[in-house]
């Protein structure tokens, strides 16, 4: 997953110039502490809780196992052997997924999609304060790895379909729903790129609900936001190779490996890709700017009229998620260099992350970043180039529309506004299917980012239970909207 930051609006639906003339939206809710647990989210709590708590990671879990346990609470619900397909192929034994299906009563009607990702960055227990793969309450939090991404979401679609059935839901338009692995790892076993690519029939859908939207809190006991998702930056790694014929360490030269590819990487690490608006960003911008009411806000708004601020862009950049929206970014990742602790480094190689702003090309970045390193001893390669490149969904007001409302019972006062996500989701394989995809709103997170990807991950309770209620009832309307 990526980032939260994502949404839209009824008004969008008139174009970006009445976006941008509308009055934006302000308002704010305060968060309440979450009361007891009502039945249906206990057992809710009891299927999230078991999904966080198997390991998922691509070095030490199994994707497959957890899928199965989702499968058989399904089954347990009255789901049928010919409604559940688990799959995986024999390559990748431990990363296969899962495809439920609640039949509609339409035959005209496409099937909706319910997609998530059930794969979870790698979590080194050593650096946690916390077990990783054990749900832990804390001070209104869950912790654990995936508790955000994307397990939250994965856990109340499966929850959804759960409850429908127990309640005897015949919705018009089938509800489908895709559990996958291998979005958090780019060169592993894709889930959802094996359904788009080999199995379409089964993931064939009129749109998709995915990972990407949700709120945003200001770290205070306040909701500011909330988000759908209508476009993603393009994800990209780039090799860095760097070679050299080694020696004896008694015996320094000035031509080494190790000190080429820092240069390299300090040079990438120096350089700020130029700020550049698109029509999502802009309005997000705008609407943004004017909802939060601070010295961030309003640098925010003055961005919009003129994007060499430089005052402006100063502060905006304080904020990693504001400055991410804003423009390309590369960052290194991993490192790997040298054979022996008295040889002179051989080899050495790095992985540079890129997250490139719509519009721009993985080539035309590629290009950038041999320009910036300025060393032709340095081979720069593309880690896959296979991939396709994300393509932004259209704002149907069929599915904006109830969003909307929906979001004002849930989340009343607060404003929805458009924006572009600054991860990367695996819309891009739906969405390049022909499948437009959306990142919808639900739980939020706080400015820090709730360590997603990072240490200590976690999800405020309240959020989990109030963005659980929305989806449930957003995916019952949308099932029967024609």
Not at 108 to 122: E, F, N, Q, S
Not at 251 to 262: K, L, T
Not at 337 to 348: D, E, I, M, T
Request: with cysteine; net charge neutral.
């Amino acid at each position: 997953m990526k980032s939260p930051l994502l949404a839209a609006t009824a008004l969008a639906l008139a174009g970006p110039a009445a976006l941008m003339m509308a009055p934006p939206a302000a308002g704010q809710m305060t968060i309440t502490p979450q009361g007891p647990l009502r039945p249906d989210q206990q057992g809710f709590f009891a299927l999230y809780k078991e999904l966080v708590e198997t390991d998922t990671s691509v070095t030490t879990g199994d994707c497959t196992r957890a899928a199965a346990q989702i499968a058989a609470r399904m089954r347990a619900a009255g789901f049928t052997d010919a409604e559940l397909t688990p799959f995986s192929v024999p390559e990748h034994p431990k990363e296969g997924g899962l495809v439920a299906v609640l039949p509609g009563t339409s035959k005209t009607l496409k099937p909706m999609l319910l997609l998530a990702h059930i794969d979870v960055v790698v979590a080194n227990r050593a650096d946690w304060e916390r077990e990783p793969y054990k749900l832990v309450e804390e001070n209104g939090y869950y912790y654990a790895r995936g508790i955000l991404d994307d397990k939250f979401q994965a856990a109340v679609y499966a929850d959804t379909l759960i409850r429908l059935k127990q309640q005897g839901f015949r919705p018009q338009r089938s509800i489908k729903l895709a559990l996958t692995c291998g979005e958090e790892t780019d060169t592993a076993f894709n889930g959802a790129e094996y359904l788009a690519r080999e199995r379409r029939d089964l993931i064939d859908a009129e749109f998709a609900l995915n990972e990407g939207g949700g709120g945003r809190a200001d770290g205070k006991g306040k909701l500011l936001i909330q988000t759908v998702q209508v476009g993603e930056k393009v994800y990209q790694d780039y090799r860095l190779t760097v070679t050299n014929p080694g020696g004896h360490s008694s015996q320094p030269v000035p031509a080494n490996a190790i000190y080429d590819m820092g240069r390299a990487l300090e040079r990438i690490s120096a350089h700020v890709f130029p700020a550049e608006f698109n029509d999502t960003t802009r309005v997000f911008f705008t609407r943004m700017g004017a909802v939060r009411g601070d010295e961030t806000g309003a640098a925010m708004v003055a961005l919009t009229r003129d994007l060499n601020d430089s005052a402006a862009m100063a502060v905006v950049n304080k904020d990693r998620a504001l400055n991410s929206m804003l423009r390309t970014t590369c960052v290194a990742t991993m490192i790997e260099g040298g054979h022996a602790v008295n040889a002179l480094p051989q080899r050495v190689e790095a992985n540079v992350n890129c997250r490139i702003f719509p519009g721009r090309t993985p080539a035309e970045i590629k290009a950038e970043l041999t320009r910036i390193i300025a060393n032709p001893a340095i081979r720069l390669e593309f880690v896959r180039d296979d991939k396709p490149l994300a393509k932004p969904p259209a704002l149907d007001p069929r599915l904006i529309g109830p969003m909307e409302r929906l979001a004002q019972k849930h989340f009343p006062g607060v404003p929805v506004i458009p924006a572009m996500s600054t991860g990367a989701t695996d819309a891009v394989y739906t969405g390049g299917a022909g499948i437009p995809t959306y990142g919808v709103p639900g739980a939020w997170t706080d400015p820090d980012g709730n360590g997603i990807h990072g240490l200590n991950e976690r999800l405020e309770v309240k959020g989990i239970y109030t963005g659980r209620d929305y989806l449930f009832d957003l995916i019952k309307v949308l099932a029967d909207t024609r």
